[in-house]
């Protein structure tokens, strides 16, 4: 069974940065793709960033030049991390790691909380 596992979550003023991290374990296999999402409240979750195993990457058009997915390529394989610059109190959400394996399994990890201040 897949796990997802994310840490970095916190709280930052606005203008500040925050990484997140995100492992994945328990496939024999690398996922097609990582990514990030996130859900503020009442909203529905949306798509940040996701990048695939070829290295392609696609942002929200909302944190372009701001956030930036990037993974490891040493000993923590399968480990995608999201660097978040110049913070907006409208990027306060519950940030999701997710994984496709196989092109249609999908997985969640169980979200870290991001709150920015004004």
């Known amino acids: 069974q897949v796990r997802l596992v994310e840490s970095g979550g916190g709280l930052v003023q606005a203008g500040g940065s925050l990484r997140l991290s995100c492992a994945a374990s328990?496939?024999?296999?690398?996922?097609?793709?990582m990514g990030w999402y996130r859900q503020a409240p009442e909203k529905q979750r949306e798509l940040v960033a996701v990048?695939?195993?070829?290295?392609?990457?696609?942002?929200a058009d909302s944190v372009k030049g701001r956030f930036t997915i990037s993974r490891d390529n040493g000993n923590a394989k399968n480990t995608v991390y999201l660097q978040m610059n110049s913070l907006k109190p409208e990027d306060t959400a519950v940030y999701y790691c997710?994984?496709?394996?196989?092109?249609?399994?999908?997985?969640w990890g169980q979200g870290t909380q991001v709150t920015v201040s004004s």
């Open positions: 328990g496939s024999s296999f690398s996922p097609n793709s």
């Open positions: 997710n994984a496709l394996y196989d092109y249609f399994m999908t997985y």
């Open positions: 990048m695939t195993s070829g290295g392609s990457t696609n942002y």
